[in-house]
């Protein structure tokens, strides 16, 4: 417990400083030349009993907590859709209305469904349905 309390006020000037995650914590502690509690150099689980021991939360930085990420994952996928309904509007414009053909013609650009697999008819209807293009 001495050690921990002799690197407090590390840690708090390190947090102060805004380094936000374990490794970012171990990394600057050995960059420091502090040594881990039995000699050696940190690795993140020695921080994180570290600051269990000093009862020091780590706040996630704002760009890696979960509504941050589920907002980019949405922001990323309505655009590919987007891309999707472009295509399968122009696709439809150039005179092809069946669900397979326009499957066809989707894996002939190599325009991928959401999870990277090859289209079929049945794919391209729902995601017309969805898109409100049927």
Excluded: C
């Excluded at 439809?92 to 066809?104: K, M």
């Amino acid at each position: 417990m001495a050690h921990a309390r002799a690197l407090d006020p590390v840690i708090r000037e390190l947090l102060t400083a805004g380094v936000t995650s374990l490794a970012g914590v171990a990394q600057a502690l050995n960059n420091g030349g502090y040594t881990a509690i039995r000699g050696g150099s940190w690795a993140p689980t020695q921080v994180e009993f570290l600051l269990q021991r000093l009862d020091v939360v780590l706040k996630p930085p704002v760009l890696f907590t979960k509504t941050a990420i589920t907002v980019r994952r949405t922001i990323a996928s309505r655009a590919l859709a987007d891309v999707r309904a472009r295509t399968i509007a122009e696709i439809r414009e150039g005179g092809v209305t069946l669900f397979a053909e326009i499957a066809r013609k989707l894996n002939a650009r190599g325009i991928t469904t959401r999870f990277g697999n090859v289209w079929d008819g049945t794919q391209v209807r729902r995601v017309m349905i969805w898109l409100e293009l049927y």
